[in-house]
């Protein structure tokens, strides 16, 4: 009922899930990442423990491929499922159970894996892939939200549409960016405007945040109140 794009950028150390589906909040049940180890998601006939189970295992320095099946062995549902990961080093592997709807399937490589059920056919995900690698002039993630877009122009969830998500983490034991479109009629649209949104009011304020490096973050009264004023808000920290 769902596909997806994961992409690894060393150069960033980012990973990144890109999804969308007709079904309702994709973004609660699907993507999985981790800073450092990788990023998978589990779909079709969705078990969510195995993206953590996949993580895990990868962190333990399991490759991708024995990854999933380790964590496939005790899931008696395991042919309902699909399920695709990607490392630190670049390598990727997938999982499409032999009962998943039709058209289902997955393509993986160096960096990047892309996989779906439920599609109106095998052109969503060939049209994810070529746009995904030919739009390498843009940013990880608008890069990967037009390669979905590609793939809806090509025919996208046989069903229909109404959510999509976006998760990508860096450094962090958290992600830099978590967007979800949980219900709308065109998911993808709305998930590129939340990610406008996101470059315009969130990432410039990224580096101020508590993290590994500085775990405290910004603490500076009269710095936090400057920008405040500069964005036409009247407030003040209690002193």
């Given at each position: 009922m769902t596909w997806s794009l994961l992409a690894h950028e060393p150069e960033t150390g980012s990973f990144a899930v890109a999804v969308t589906t007709c079904a309702l909040a994709v973004g609660a049940s699907c993507p999985f990442v981790r800073a450092g180890v990788g990023a998978v998601s589990?779909?079709?006939?969705?078990n969510r423990y195995l993206g953590p189970a996949v993580l895990d295992a990868m962190a333990r320095g399991l490759s991708p491929a024995a990854a999933?099946?380790?964590?496939?062995?005790g899931d008696d549902g395991k042919n309902l499922r699909q399920i695709h990961a990607i490392d630190s080093h670049g390598r990727s592997a997938a999982w499409t159970g032999q009962n998943c709807v039709?058209?289902?399937?997955?393509?993986?490589?160096?960096?990047?894996?892309?996989?779906g059920n439920m599609l109106s056919g095998e052109a969503v995900i060939a049209d994810t892939l070529a746009s995904f690698l030919a739009r390498q002039e843009l940013a990880l993630p608008e890069r990967m939200l037009q390669a979905l877009q590609a793939g809806e122009?090509?025919?996208g969830d046989k069903r229909g549409r109404q959510s999509a998500a976006l998760k990508l983490v860096t450094t962090e034991d958290f992600p830099d960016i978590d967007l979800r479109v949980d219900d709308h009629a065109n998911p993808l649209d709305e998930l590129e405007r939340l990610l406008k949104l996101w470059r315009l009011t969130r990432a410039p304020g990224l580096r101020n945040q508590p993290s590994r490096a500085h775990p405290s973050g910004s603490t500076n009264m009269d710095a936090i109140e400057a920008n405040w004023r500069r964005q036409g808000l009247d407030l003040k920290f209690r002193r």
């Open positions: 589990t779909q079709s006939i969705t999933i099946e380790g964590a496939l062995v039709e058209w289902a399937g997955a393509r993986s490589g160096t960096g990047w894996s892309i996989a122009v090509a025919g």
